[in-house]
């Protein structure tokens, strides 16, 4: 009879299917790069490749009060925001708690909310002393909100769809800035509303701010997503506005949607298909559903169920907790890689804490090394993206660098390094002139910043 394979017997299959080898990744670019371009010739595609209405880069020279608000998945925030010109700032800020009922609640009714914290915000912050709102002083605000929204100008914007467990009704397919201007009316608020922003933009436009090398942001959250200056004379989509040919405007690309429907491009292996197909959107966010952290853990679970199924792993114990999707989260992954024991005790305590099963010493390296598998493709992925846009822009040869924030690229273990790595792999030496760095604030500062600009503009 044949012998029983070790478990390193079997992680030699997995590192196979899970690698993404130099040539694969400049396939992928290639593909990526012509994506890029559709998306900003043609409306409608699969990824957007949405004009923001944020015209150039910001002077570093901005000054002034400004409030920005950010209605995030699970906190409403308010910042007052100090530019002090030269790329500095001070920012003071209030979290609020948004419940499950706000959400579904009538779209009016939650802008109405964000109104009254606005209120509550603006009154205990006003005084006559430093950091403090002057009374009589009329502030521009700008607000993040990161929903897929269609513009026309940068205070406006039509709300496609709710996404992230938003479910307020009478809001899609209206304009979301007018609806947020009459809950300020309603308050009374000493507020102009001056700018509708995306996460991404505003994390473009701080960190540039901050540091002028940067010309591509990236989130790797929750969800992952990019966006980037472009010339305003290569959108061919929107050259009927007439635009002055000669500016630039930000691009957010939702460049999470590559390769969605059509799964021509990315080598996506049988886990990444029964994740995809048991979510709540299959065959959407194909490129996400790679990368982002609410998936990796996700991807890990699919395979050690398999490994359960096949009698390889746990044999005689009880492992039904493991059959809940979404039960293991991808900090534990972070976790598991960074184990900084020989006998892995962080994953004998999250085996035996969370899901009551024992581990030998030989399925808890191999539970290490399969984290890194599909940590390490995710950040190689990533660079694929990268790498489109700084071909798309012509960046390699002067370099640039990347604003990048969300908890996979601050917490996980070596993502950055493994974004450096693919980006060499993909351009050789000249990809070391790509550096990406932690992003600034982008809901807060940048949203400022933003307001800022258009303040000027105007
Ligand atoms: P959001 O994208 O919602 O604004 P984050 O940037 O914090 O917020 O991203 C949340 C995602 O990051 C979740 O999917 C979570 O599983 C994942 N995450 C949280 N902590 C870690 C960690 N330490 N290592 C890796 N992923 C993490």
């Known amino acids: 009879h044949a012998t029983k394979k070790t478990m390193a017997d079997h992680l030699r299959r997995f590192e196979n299917l899970f690698t ?22 043609k409306p409608n595609q699969v990824v957007p490749m949405i004009p923001t209405f944020v015209f150039g880069w910001p002077t570093g020279s901005e000054k002034g009060d400004f409030l920005a608000l950010d209605l995030g998945g699970t906190n409403l925030r308010v910042c007052l925001v100090t530019l002090q ?15 499950e009922e706000q959400k579904q609640d009538d779209g009016q009714k939650l802008f109405d909310f964000c109104a009254e914290c606005l209120k509550t915000f603006v009154d205990t912050n006003s005084g006559d002393g430093p950091g403090q709102l002057k009374p009589g002083q009329i502030l521009p605000l700008g607000f993040t909100f990161s929903y897929p ?40 608020l000493p507020i102009t509303l001056t700018a509708l922003i995306n996460d991404t933009t505003g994390t473009l436009v701080a960190s540039h701010y901050v540091n002028p090398k940067t010309k591509i942001a990236v989130i790797f959250g929750t969800g992952c997503n990019a966006a980037y200056m472009e010339h305003v004379k290569d959108i061919g989509k929107i050259k009927s506005l007439g635009i002055d040919e000669d ?107 969370f899901f009551n099963i024992e581990t030998t010493l030989a399925e808890r390296q191999f539970f290490r090394a399969l984290a890194k598998l599909i940590g390490r493709r995710a950040a190689r992925m990533s660079a694929c993206g990268i ?22 690229y601050n917490k996980y273990p070596m993502f950055p390094e493994r974004v450096h790595e693919g980006l060499v792999d993909i351009f050789g030496d000249k990809g070391r002139n790509i550096v990406t760095h932690h992003a600034e604030d982008g809901s807060g500062v940048g949203s400022a910043i933003i307001a800022a600009m258009t303040k000027i503009r105007k």
């Open 387 to 408: 790498a489109a846009i700084v071909n798309k822009m012509g960046y390699i040869e002067e370099g640039c660098a990347v604003g990048a924030d969300g908890s996979l």
């Open 20 to 41: 993404l080898t130099p040539q694969r990744m400049r396939m992928i670019v290639e593909a990526f790069t012509e994506t890029l371009e559709v998306g900003l010739n």
């Open 247 to 353: 500016a630039d405007m930000a691009i957010n690309c939702e460049w999470g949607a590559f390769d969605s429907f059509e799964h021509e491009h990315l080598p996506r292996t049988k886990y990444d298909v029964v994740v995809d197909e048991a979510s709540n959107k299959p065959g959407e966010q194909a490129f996400e559903k790679l990368i982002s952290g609410r998936y990796l853990g996700e991807i890990f679970r699919v395979v050690v169920c398999e490994l359960i199924d096949e009698g390889v792993l746990f044999l005689g114990q009880n492992t039904y907790k493991l059959e809940k999707p979404y039960i293991i989260d991808t900090a534990f992954l972070s976790l598991m890689e960074s184990d900084p024991t020989d006998e892995l005790l962080m994953i004998i305590g999250i085996f035996t804490h």
């Open 85 to 99: 010109g030269e790329g500095k700032f001070e920012i003071t800020q209030t979290k609020y708690r948004l419940t």
């Open 149 to 188: 929204c269609s513009q026309e100008r940068i205070d406006h914007g039509e709300l496609i769809r709710w996404t992230k467990g938003f479910g307020a009704p009478n809001t899609e397919g209206r304009d979301v800035a007018e609806m947020f201007k009459k809950s300020l009316a309603k308050f009374e």
